[in-house]
């Protein structure tokens, strides 16, 4: 985390420092990379390749905006305005209103005082958000990192497409899965659906919610809902805080999959170190069993590599050619292939 944040900071650093060598000198480098005063200041341009790319150490490439530059004002890194025309890039956008068009720095949207628009077009429209209402239209403040639902005072809009939530009754107390009086949302295939239920519905935890008859489940933002009927919810376990693997009805899910196999344990079933987990009867990865391991023996060695007392594994498969007596680590921690240390003469790759 450091050494990212150490990283981000530098090419910050080196963005600034690119601008400033240039003769060309920025409008607002703070709000963008690329627009730029001409060097005697009477001209617009717009750099295509920003000036935080390595590649405009050695080359720039301008094109010229019909910009007046006196009253020119950057927005966003994207857009900008004069007194007579709004740009996104270097083009000039046609179908908003000039005076009202303002960038929603906190939503990161242009809106005017009619509409609220997708910030991208490869046209001079910019793309309506249909129904949305430019003074209330905001993005769904979430704990989580799905940010794809917004509202205004009329609707709530999943990916900026309006759905039928009732906006009065709405709820984000399992933000990966909001419901109002009637149903339950989710994403299927990139698009929002909705699941009616019946009787009272129970929140278990951000990433799972049940009624009467049925469990709806979602492990993340990108993943797809699972649907489970249940007989007794009584027997609904959780094998760790993240809500990555439960069991109901004595079948136990992994990121929403079910183990299939019949061999599967609900009640000694646990988490080694996930996506690892074992029962009384044998070892698994995500949701597929590894016939042959052995629970009682099974170690997790590092990120890469676990072991029993008769084989090692890396990402859940038998890895060939080593016994596992003999794969130990050298004094510096490194395991089998990094070094030839440990390999089993006996056995071929």
Not at 55 to 60: A, D, F
Not at 166 to 189: A, G
Not at 210 to 215: A, K, L, N, S, T
Request: net charge neutral; proline share 4%.
């Amino acid at each position: 985390m450091i050494l990212a944040r150490l990283t981000f900071s530098l090419l910050i650093l080196l963005s600034f420092s690119l601008i400033s060598c240039r003769k060309e000198k920025a409008v607002d480098g703070y709000k963008s990379t690329h627009y730029f005063y001409s060097v005697d200041r009477s001209k617009i341009l717009y750099d295509v390749i920003p000036s935080t790319s390595l590649e405009s150490l050695w080359r720039q490439q301008y094109i010229e905006l019909p910009a007046d530059a006196a009253t020119f004002e950057v927005l966003s890194s994207e857009f900008a305005k004069d007194k007579k025309r709004i740009f996104y890039t270097y083009k000039i956008v046609m179908n908003v209103d000039r005076k009202s068009f303002y960038w929603d720095s906190i939503n990161e949207l242009p809106k005017d005082r009619r509409h609220v628009y997708l910030p991208k077009t490869e046209t001079d429209h910019l793309v309506v958000i249909k129904y949305a209402d430019p003074k209330t239209y905001e993005r769904v403040d979430l704990p989580i990192s799905c940010k794809k639902w917004y509202k205004d005072r009329y609707h709530y809009f999943f990916d900026h497409e309006k759905t039928n939530a009732n906006v009065s009754t709405m709820k984000f107390d399992s933000p990966y899965l909001p419901h109002d009086n009637r149903y339950v949302f989710y994403e299927k295939d990139g698009k929002i659906s909705a699941l009616s239920y019946k009787g009272e519905l129970t929140v278990a935890n951000e990433k799972m919610v049940y009624d009467e008859e049925q469990i709806v489940y979602i492990a993340n933002c990108d993943s797809a809902a699972t649907i489970i009927p249940y007989k007794d919810i009584e027997s609904l376990r959780f094998y760790d805080n993240e809500y990555n693997t439960f069991s109901v009805d004595s079948v136990v899910y992994v990121t929403g999959l079910q183990i299939t196999d019949n061999n599967v344990d609900a009640v000694s079933f646990e988490i080694v170190s996930f996506p690892y987990c074992k029962d009384k009867n044998q070892v698994y990865y995500k949701n597929i069993p590894i016939y042959g391991s052995d629970p009682k023996t099974f170690a997790i060695l590092d990120d890469r590599y676990a072991k029993d007392k008769k084989h090692v594994y890396t990402r859940g498969k038998i890895l060939q050619g080593y016994s596992s007596e003999k794969f130990v680590s050298d004094k510096w921690g490194r395991y089998p292939p990094d070094f030839n240390y440990g390999k089993d003469p006996d056995k071929k790759d």
